[in-house]
């Protein structure tokens, strides 16, 4: 119910999961922690301090010397379903011209104005001639501030206004994360091969690697976003780090160069020069940024999305970690992989330890992000079928109506001749489809969402008192979830609607006439 702006197993035991029938991920072969060196236990422990934690983990997939020794999702986010990414798509863009490098249609060294003679402007700065693929890579155009904030939101013509945005810095010399420096990478991909970038990956990565399904936002020029956008399910994201650990290799065939692999993810640019030491040592975000990826303490390297969007590729330890999540701590969350994962890893087999393996598994099988609890003690009969009219809104909601049947909230929320409708579960995950976008970075943005809806959900309600009706709902192929506090005084409405990454900041409220 989202329209706001930019501003903000293993084992037999664990052949059920979150409550959903699970059928195990096949794509990969499977192994007991112990046999490929890791010990059960640990993994045992860091899923107990992701529960304490703050972050809240949807899913995780660790895979060591090619197999997986540990895989879960909490509910209601299961195996099959995607998980948008953020910035986690960079990395693929990144590939997308790997494979244009290696087709030789580009070379990182080409001008970015070459491909676009049409959409320059009146005036070329020597910057602005001066400007490399490469320098979109390494995130170092030069400009400064970031226009991602701007762009998406103000026109169309994407390519048009990021070739217009002054450049201060020499290209090359100067770090500043910029979302549309990715964007053109993708529109230069599709300048070169004639085909949006999702297609042009899918029978050189997608295919090859048995990802199904995937989807990429685009704008309204139709290109792929390139820097956000794409959905993937989480043994996807395991795959993409598999063959970076094995230097673009898959099944025995050499898809990407691996010189490519190398010089993609190796370091390019200091993104904090002149900070001590001291703090570049407890930062992953300090460790030196590659082609779209960013290196991380310990020798590793990773794709990294806004919220906690992971894939982990540790070449000395011959692992790879997948994760999606909500977090307001990218580093916390990252931080527990350190603590926890990384020292279980020994350069040997370990004994065989069944009892540590059926605790894991168990715990595995167990993870679940609690519904809200089961509170009947609202109004009840008053409610059912009754109807508020809304004065204007934020949302354009014009009404809301409620119906309460057994332990099911349905909500019917009417926008202009449109009404969708909502389940909620009393104690438990309803599940159900719904045509409101959900909380996004990028609601507003001038793109083409029509493909994403019916959005899947799930929705929980309770009664924190006899007036008060809370309503949860996950977006659960997204990192988001919404929250709407419904308070009743006699025929009068008023409610609050909290998307969780504001984290209680820039509530949005709605009133009965």
Not at 43 to 52: E, K, M, N, R
Request: aromatic share 10%; proline share 5%; with cysteine.
């Amino acid at each position: 119910m989202a329209r706001i702006t930019k501003s903000i197993a293993l084992a037999a035991l664990a052949c059920l999961f979150n409550c959903n029938i699970f059928a195990q991920t096949t794509a990969f072969q499977h192994s007991t922690p112990e046999a490929e060196g890791v010990a059960a236990a640990a993994i045992d422990s860091f899923l107990t301090a992701v529960g304490q934690s703050k972050n809240e983990f949807h899913s995780i997939m660790m895979l060591r010397h090619g197999k997986v020794i540990a895989e879960g999702w909490w509910n209601p986010y299961r195996a099959d379903l995607k998980h948008s990414l953020y910035s986690t798509s960079k990395s693929f863009t990144s590939t997308a011209i790997g494979f244009a490098v290696s087709e030789k249609r580009l070379k990182i060294t080409d001008k970015v104005i070459s491909f676009f003679p049409r959409s320059l402007p009146d005036t070329v700065s020597p910057y602005l001639a001066k400007l490399t693929i490469k320098d979109l890579l390494t995130m170092t155009a030069g400009m400064e501030p970031d226009p991602t904030s701007v762009i998406p939101f103000k026109t169309t013509d994407w390519v048009k206004a990021f070739l217009a945005t002054p450049i201060k810095h020499q290209p090359g010399t100067v770090f500043l994360y910029n979302t549309m420096a990715t964007f053109m990478l993708s529109a230069i991909v599709q300048k070169v091969t004639g085909e949006k970038e999702l297609d042009y990956l899918k029978p050189r990565l997608f295919d090859p690697l048995s990802i199904h399904g995937e989807d990429w936002e685009a704008n309204l020029q139709g290109i792929n976003t390139g820097g956000w956008g794409l959905r993937l399910k989480t043994e996807d994201l395991a795959k993409m780090g598999l063959f970076y650990l094995q230097k673009g290799k898959w099944k025995g065939m050499q898809l990407l160069p691996k010189e490519w692999v190398d010089e993609a993810t190796t370091f390019k640019i200091d993104q904090a020069p002149g900070v001590a030491q001291s703090k570049k040592d407890s930062s992953d975000w300090m460790q030196g940024y590659c082609y779209q990826f960013w290196r991380c303490r310990h020798n590793a390297f990773r794709a990294d999305g806004a919220f906690g969007q992971y894939i982990i590729v540790m070449p000395e330890q011959d692992a790879v970690i997948a994760i999606t999540c909500e977090t307001p701590n990218m580093q916390d969350e990252i931080n527990l992989v350190w603590k926890y994962l990384l020292p279980a890893m020994h350069p040997t087999a370990l004994a065989a330890n069944g009892d540590a393996d059926a605790l894991l598994n168990k715990h595995l099988a167990n993870l679940a992000l609690p519904p809200l609890p089961a509170a009947l003690i609202g109004p009840g009969g008053e409610l059912p079928d009754k109807n508020f009219s809304l004065k204007t809104n934020p949302l354009g909601v014009g009404s809301i109506k409620f119906n309460f049947r057994h332990d099911t909230c349905q909500l019917y929320l009417s926008v202009g001749s449109g009404i969708d409708k909502m389940s909620f579960g009393a104690g438990k995950w309803q599940e159900g489809l719904t045509s409101w976008p959900g909380p996004s970075l990028l609601n507003g943005a001038k793109e083409d969402f029509s493909f994403l809806a019916p959005y899947k959900v799930d929705g929980s309600y309770t009664w924190s008192d006899a007036s008060t009706l809370v309503l949860k709902l996950r977006y659960i192929e997204s990192p988001h979830s919404e929250t709407i506090t419904c308070h009743f005084n006699g025929d009068k409405l008023s409610a609050t609607v909290e998307y969780s990454f504001t984290y209680g900041q820039n509530k949005i409220k709605l009133e009965s006439q």
